[in-house]
Protein backbone atom coordinates (compact mmCIF):
# COMPACT_ATOMS: atom_id res chain seq x y z
CA UNK A 1 0.00 0.00 0.00
CA UNK A 2 3.06 2.16 -0.07
CA UNK A 3 3.84 4.01 -3.59
CA UNK A 4 6.73 3.54 -4.77
CA UNK A 5 8.95 5.32 -7.64
CA UNK A 6 9.94 2.77 -10.05
CA UNK A 7 12.01 4.22 -13.72
CA UNK A 8 10.56 2.92 -16.53
CA UNK A 9 12.99 -0.19 -17.45
CA UNK A 10 12.06 -1.48 -13.82
CA UNK A 11 8.14 -0.50 -14.06
CA UNK A 12 8.30 -2.78 -17.02
CA UNK A 13 10.05 -5.85 -15.38
CA UNK A 14 7.10 -5.48 -12.76
CA UNK A 15 4.83 -5.87 -15.14
CA UNK A 16 6.10 -8.78 -17.39
CA UNK A 17 6.48 -10.50 -14.23
CA UNK A 18 3.04 -9.84 -12.78
CA UNK A 19 1.88 -10.70 -16.29
CA UNK A 20 2.27 -14.32 -14.86
CA UNK A 21 2.12 -14.95 -11.66
CA UNK A 22 3.55 -18.43 -9.82
CA UNK A 23 5.05 -18.77 -13.40
CA UNK A 24 8.78 -18.69 -14.21
CA UNK A 25 9.37 -15.67 -16.94
CA UNK A 26 12.41 -16.46 -19.13
CA UNK A 27 15.07 -14.08 -19.74
CA UNK A 28 14.40 -13.96 -23.31
CA UNK A 29 10.52 -12.75 -22.70
CA UNK A 30 11.61 -9.99 -20.12
CA UNK A 31 14.37 -8.40 -22.47
CA UNK A 32 12.22 -8.34 -25.21
CA UNK A 33 9.75 -6.44 -23.03
CA UNK A 34 11.93 -4.15 -22.05
CA UNK A 35 13.13 -2.95 -24.84
CA UNK A 36 14.42 -2.91 -28.59
CA UNK A 37 17.92 -2.35 -27.44
CA UNK A 38 18.10 -4.76 -24.60
CA UNK A 39 16.45 -7.40 -27.02
CA UNK A 40 20.54 -8.39 -28.18
CA UNK A 41 21.83 -7.89 -24.64
CA UNK A 42 23.06 -9.93 -22.00
CA UNK A 43 20.93 -11.06 -19.48
CA UNK A 44 23.17 -9.29 -16.97
CA UNK A 45 20.88 -6.00 -17.41
CA UNK A 46 18.25 -8.67 -15.61
CA UNK A 47 20.40 -9.44 -12.70
CA UNK A 48 20.81 -6.07 -12.04
CA UNK A 49 16.83 -5.18 -12.96
CA UNK A 50 15.74 -7.67 -10.62
CA UNK A 51 18.46 -6.72 -7.64
CA UNK A 52 17.27 -3.02 -8.05
CA UNK A 53 13.33 -4.23 -7.78
CA UNK A 54 13.53 -6.40 -4.79
CA UNK A 55 15.18 -3.39 -3.00
CA UNK A 56 12.49 -1.13 -3.79
CA UNK A 57 9.41 -3.78 -3.05
CA UNK A 58 10.81 -6.07 -0.65
CA UNK A 59 11.42 -5.43 3.54
CA UNK A 60 14.31 -7.73 3.52
CA UNK A 61 15.95 -7.85 -0.51
CA UNK A 62 18.36 -10.36 1.02
CA UNK A 63 15.95 -12.95 1.48
CA UNK A 64 13.18 -12.27 -1.01
CA UNK A 65 9.76 -13.58 -0.43
CA UNK A 66 8.52 -11.66 -4.09
CA UNK A 67 11.24 -12.00 -6.80
CA UNK A 68 12.82 -15.29 -7.39
CA UNK A 69 15.56 -16.03 -9.29
CA UNK A 70 15.40 -19.48 -11.24
CA UNK A 71 18.96 -20.17 -12.46
CA UNK A 72 19.38 -19.68 -15.84
CA UNK A 73 16.19 -19.87 -17.16
CA UNK A 74 14.25 -16.55 -15.43
CA UNK A 75 12.40 -14.73 -12.90
CA UNK A 76 9.18 -15.66 -10.99
CA UNK A 77 6.77 -13.99 -9.02
CA UNK A 78 5.53 -15.11 -6.26
CA UNK A 79 1.40 -15.41 -6.21
CA UNK A 80 1.18 -15.83 -2.36
Same mark, same amino acid.
Not at 16 to 29: C, D, I, N, R, W
Not at 52 to 72: A, C, D, K, M, Y
Given at each position: ????? *? ?26 ? #?????? =????? =? *????? $?? *?? $?? #? ?7 ? #? =? ?8 ? #??? $?
Amino acid at each position: GIPVD *LTSQLFQFLVTLASKPGQVVEHAELLFA #LDDEYQ =ISSTS =I *LYVLA $HR *LR $HS #LEHNSNTPQ #L =IHTVRGIGYL #LND $H
